[in-house]
């Protein structure tokens, strides 16, 4: 009914209209690529590279004896990144750098990484992870009957911002065989929160296997007392005549 009632000149404006609305569209959908794909070349990619042969001992005024992975930064993207931390995991416990042993927890940071940035401009940074960690990683390992995977699976890792305030983070595994990850993080407190508790629960199960080392240790030491004092008796005994 409705189309028989328009005239010739009523067409004409609703064909007028639709054009017009079609071009909006057209030039909306142009407005976004346009922001999709400058967003694209702007955004940072920071990615932790591997330097060195992997998780090695060193010895630090500071920390004592002390594992450490050798790592250092780029900045491949398009755009600068901010607030950027990294670190290794072993057997999905995060080990951030830090510079001193009385930093926090959560890693230093580097504030900003332009495009084209290296951190350390030389060289690499040693990523420092307690002496104990890693038998008490390997003994996790064990008991999920992966004892091999600790170091073939390490990872390290790179959280930043960009400059719209979303957090991403790159995953760059020590296994060259073994594709690079690059993710959105969204709700970055709660990984954070999650991530301490796994290196506090793993800090507890070091302290309770560091225990149980020094337990076994100690009784195989009285056992040895023992079995020495039974040996200077059977020496001392006067001979049966």
């Not at 401009?121 to 008490?136: D, K, Q």
């Not at 930043?160 to 983070?169: D, F, H, P, R, V």
């Not at 991530?195 to 629960?201: D, I, S, T």
């Amino acid at each position: 009914m409705l189309a028989v009632s328009l005239t010739s000149s009523d067409w004409i404006q609703v064909t007028i209209a639709g054009i017009t609305g079609m071009a909006t569209l057209a030039a909306l959908a142009n407005l976004l690529l346009a922001r999709a794909n400058e967003r694209r070349r702007n955004q940072p990619v920071v990615i932790a590279h591997e330097a060195g042969s992997g998780r090695r001992f060193a010895h630090s005024n500071d920390a004592g004896v002390a594992w450490v992975v050798d790592a250092y930064l780029t900045s491949e993207g398009g755009g600068p990144a901010f607030n950027v931390r990294f670190g290794v995991e072993f057997a999905g416990v995060r080990y951030p750098y830090r510079l001193d042993v009385n930093d926090p927890d959560s890693g230093n940071l580097q504030r900003v990484l332009r495009p084209g940035d290296q951190r350390p401009e030389r060289g690499a940074w040693s990523i420092p992870i307690p002496f104990l960690s890693m038998p008490g990683r390997i003994g996790d390992a064990r008991s999920a009957d992966k004892p091999d995977t600790v170091d073939k699976q390490r990872v390290y890792w790179a959280r930043y911002e960009n400059a719209e305030g979303q957090t991403w983070e790159t995953r760059n595994p020590g296994d060259r065989s073994t594709p690079l990850d690059i993710r959105r993080v969204r709700r970055p407190k709660r990984h954070e929160r999650r991530e301490r508790k796994a290196l506090n629960e793993a800090a507890k199960r070091d302290r309770e296997w560091e225990r149980a080392v020094l337990a076994e240790l100690e009784a195989e030491r009285q056992k040895a007392v023992a079995a020495e004092r039974a040996q200077g008796r059977s020496k001392g005994a006067p001979e049966d005549g």
